[in-house]
């Protein structure tokens, strides 16, 4: 019986190991295109895309891996029914539920390889990626056009018109409101250098400071300032939320929620992972009767029907979740819902064949 679920194991991982390679380049590929539109622009050259869309690959992966596993699984237990060796080994004492075991663990052991590159590798390298490219192509970091980046603790509001690598912000406010929730002081600088941890040095500042009588307006060169952000959330606020590693997403979004601002985006990117990870053992079990419940249906067929279920399935996603956000609907819910429904359906089709 070792033997048995060893080579089925084998055989599994063999299927992934080539739905990786067909995949991951292809999209890749599909990423190197979009990059070259902007080849030309500032000193962003061709190794730059190249670089770009090499770094964003782990990334690539994670999103895949869901798909990766249903063609994989699809691909090489289908290839064992198509061979007959499925029949020879059913057989030899194995029933379907033992022969459905060997994909599962592989599932299991491929979502404890993912979180690694989800909080380790993926966001990292991600991140340089987009760094390197805002550099190259000389553009800023902001939340929309026109907005610039906005936050806020109990008793003020910063306003940053852009950010720009390394350690330089452009286009500042610092609104600072007194104990009554009436604004104090409003202050304007041109530009400011982040100069430590919270120690951020104003150039070119107006400064208006209210009172009951009248409005002081005052201008200086430089002002050394005392930020209430730390350097780490500095730099959460520019990066887009599915660049973040889980443990980045929890803490940025305790801050958001902590200093009373809205925390969707981060709170729906955090269990977006999650439902992503669930989503991938929910694809191999969904796998699994493929084979079982379509015994006469040729290779070419199940991997056909895989991939339409599995394209279905991410653009339903990707509806659902955008939705979501508009709608304000509870992220939790939604980000586990389509995997969990997928996994119920699996499980009930299994039932029904087995």
């Not at 902007?38 to 000193?43: H, M, P």
């Not at 290839?79 to 020879?88: S, W």
């Not at 060169?221 to 887009?240: G, H, M, N, Y």
């Not at 493929?290 to 279905?312: D, N, T, Y």
Request: charge should be neutral; glycine fraction near 6%; proline fraction near 4%.
């Amino acid at each position: 019986m070792k033997t048995a679920t060893r080579y089925i194991i084998k055989q599994v991982v063999m299927g992934m190991v080539i739905a990786t390679v067909v995949l991951l380049p292809l999209f890749s590929f599909f990423d190197l295109l979009d990059q070259l539109d902007d080849v030309g622009k500032g000193t962003y050259q061709t190794s730059d895309a190249f670089l770009y869309t090499f770094l964003l690959m782990p990334r690539r992966f994670i999103q895949l891996a869901p798909f990766i596993a249903l063609l994989g699984t699809v691909g090489a237990l289908g290839k064992l029914a198509v061979n007959l060796e499925l029949v020879a080994l059913r057989v030899a004492g194995l029933s379907p539920i033992q022969i459905s075991m060997a994909p599962i663990a592989i599932g299991i052991t491929m979502l404890i390889g993912i979180a690694l590159l989800e909080q380790f590798i993926a966001p990292q390298l991600q991140q340089q990626a987009i760094t390197s490219r805002a550099v190259a192509l000389d553009k800023t970091a902001e939340l929309g056009k026109g907005l610039g980046i906005w936050t806020r603790n109990e008793r003020n509001i910063l306003r940053i018109g852009e950010m720009l690598p390394p350690n330089r912000a452009i286009d500042i406010e610092i609104m600072h409101f007194d104990k009554q929730g009436f604004l104090a002081m409003h202050s304007h600088a041109e530009y400011a250098e982040i100069v430590d941890e919270q120690l951020w040095k104003l150039h070119h500042v107006t400064v208006r400071t209210f009172t009951e009588k009248n409005i002081a307006l005052t201008s200086a060169s430089s002002v050394e300032w005392q930020s209430f952000l730390r350097a780490e959330d500095i730099a959460t606020l520019t990066k887009p939320p599915e660049s973040l590693s889980p443990l980045e997403l929890v803490r940025h979004a305790a801050f958001l929620q902590a200093t009373g601002q809205k925390a969707d985006a981060y709170l729906m990117a955090i269990w977006r992972k999650v439902g992503s990870a669930l989503m991938t053992l929910a694809m191999i079990l969904l796998a699994i009767p493929f084979i079982f419940g379509l015994a006469r249906e040729g290779l070419g067929s199940k991997l056909v029907l895989a991939s339409i279920v599995g394209v279905s399935v991410y653009l339903l996603d990707q509806i659902i979740a955008n939705a979501a956000l508009l709608l304000h609907l509870n992220p939790v819910l939604i980000s586990l819902l389509p995997s969990l429904t997928l996994i119920t359906l699996a499980i009930l089709w299994l039932r029904r064949i087995f």
